[in-house]
């Protein structure tokens, strides 16, 4: 069974351009949740998904921004990037909310 | 949002002796407990869950839970260099089921 797929892998664009993140679930899996992880943070809850519905959000300016598609399939968007924006996004799948979480590779974003 | 605590170590050991790794929590009403493996580069990795009081034991992991005492430790016994990565504690909250996560424990095995 193919893990979950984050395309690209990585990214460098310029403070105030805006980035779109992509990710590909489990096969089967509904619940859809994006971390941002960086050496000073750890790993900070953005928000979560499950059958195209926002279910958690976590606390992040309203830049960041996501959705889920009929497919399960996610992204996520950053408006107006900043500099402290440059970390390493992860998405994870689960079968519905509450279960355990699938990473994927994650997308590194730096922001110049 | 709840909190997840873990020391940042480095926590060393020798090879072959038992790794300690402990978390605490702050939300009374979490029910479900996980601990991840990271290793540098890569991304987290699931290796165990826990739900009930007590002991969890897989392979040369056990995971031990205490929810009086909001507390959740992982075990490596016969510790091995491959062991080294940082280990991430993981807490569902009980109201909105966001799973929590601490900053990580890195541990160093020394050959």
């Known amino acids: 069974k193919a893990g979950v797929t984050q395309t690209p892998r990585y990214l460098i664009k310029t403070r105030g351009q805006q980035v779109t993140l992509s990710c590909s679930p489990i096969s089967g899996h509904r619940s859809v949740s994006w971390y941002q992880q960086t050496p000073g943070q750890g790993l900070q809850f953005l928000f979560e998904?499950?059958?195209?519905?926002?279910?958690n959000k976590g606390n992040f300016p309203g830049r960041f921004s996501g959705r889920q598609f009929s497919n399960s399939r996610s992204e996520m968007n950053v408006s107006t990037l900043e500099l402290g924006d440059s970390a390493l996004y992860l998405c994870?799948?689960?079968?519905?909310?509450?279960?355990?979480?699938?990473f994927g590779s994650g997308t590194q974003l730096s922001v110049l | 949002q709840k909190e997840v605590e873990q020391n940042s170590g480095p926590l060393s050991v020798p090879e072959g002796a038992i790794a300690s790794l402990n978390c605490t929590y702050s939300d009374r009403g979490s029910q479900s407990f996980f601990w991840y493996r990271q290793y540098s580069g890569k991304s987290p990795e699931l290796i165990m869950s826990i739900y009930s009081n007590g002991d969890k034991e897989d392979g040369r992991f056990t995971a031990q839970l205490n929810k009086a005492s909001q507390y959740v430790s992982l075990l490596i016994r016969d510790s091995q260099p491959s062991d080294s990565a940082t280990y991430l504690c993981?807490?569902?909250?009980?109201?909105?089921?966001?799973?929590?996560f601490g900053t990580g424990t890195l541990l160093a095995v020394q050959p």
């Open positions: 998904y499950f059958s195209e519905t926002q279910r």
């Open positions: 994870a799948s689960s079968g519905t909310v509450g279960e355990k979480l699938f």
């Open positions: 993981a807490v569902l909250e009980g109201a909105t089921n966001k799973l929590i």
